[in-house]
């Protein structure tokens, strides 16, 4: 047992040199490690794989529908985060510590009132309150709100934007793949509203928009708010 466990420890940790991991516990209790934002199948990179997990659908879809509508986050955008987080994983654990479907950290878990950071109820309140936080502290650019989920809105304030973090660039751009149902930066992309009609605090203002679309993903035609 002693040696099973020093063998994930050692790949964990050879791991964190590439990207952030996760751990996942399946319930006959044996563990898989896999790259952050795809699963044990390790499609993390994959982009068209990742569009079509496009609101997905799964048995947590009444928490999310429930706390999406109570704080006023687009359920859609819910489903995306936690499809890059844990692949909905509720026992995945990464290497930094968070936990759970929406990978919460213990700081921010506490800040919310969650104490049971595995049960999937309390994990997406207090993910989506985060969520919404996030959304508000950085108003019409969900780009940023998404950096700071991952990266925390410190390094965003910090940086003025997203974060020069290989993990943060790439986790905002397969979060975004999941939420339009398209690889992110391919083609035209319309970069705010929702389908569902839900209010999505975070939208991209067209004037800031265009510059930024223009560095981050050259060539693609930015096609405004609606």
């Not at 791991?15 to 044996?30: C, E």
């Not at 020069?164 to 083609?187: C, D, F, I, M, W």
Request: charged share 20%; net charge positive; with cysteine.
């Amino acid at each position: 047992m002693r040696t099973v466990t020093l063998a994930l420890l050692s790949l964990a940790l050879a791991a964190t040199a590439l990207a952030d991991v996760r751990l996942g516990i399946k319930k006959d209790g044996s563990k898989v490690i896999y790259n952050v934002g795809g699963g044990p199948t390790g499609r993390a990179g994959d982009l068209k794989w990742l569009a079509r997990q496009h609101d997905r659908r799964t048995r947590y879809d009444d928490i999310i529908e429930r706390y999406a509508s109570r704080y006023g986050v687009d359920p859609v955008l819910v489903r995306a985060v936690i499809q890059v987080e844990s692949n909905f994983n509720p026992n995945c654990v990464s290497n930094k510590g968070a936990r759970g479907l929406m990978q919460l950290m213990p700081g921010t878990a506490k800040q919310y009132g969650i104490k049971q950071m595995h049960d999937p109820e309390e994990n997406i309140r207090g993910g989506i309150r985060h969520l919404a936080y996030l959304l508000d502290l950085f108003p019409n650019d969900l780009h940023r709100a998404l950096a700071a989920y991952n990266a925390g809105e410190n390094a965003v304030l910090k940086y003025g934007g997203i974060p020069p973090y290989e993990e943060t660039t790439a986790y905002v751009k397969r979060a975004l793949t999941v939420y339009y149902g398209r690889p992110y930066g391919e083609g035209a992309v319309s970069l705010a509203g929702s389908r569902t009609g839900k209010k999505l605090r975070g939208g991209l203002g067209s004037a800031f928009m265009p510059p930024v679309a223009a560095a981050l993903l050259p060539g693609m035609k930015y096609l405004g708010t609606r």
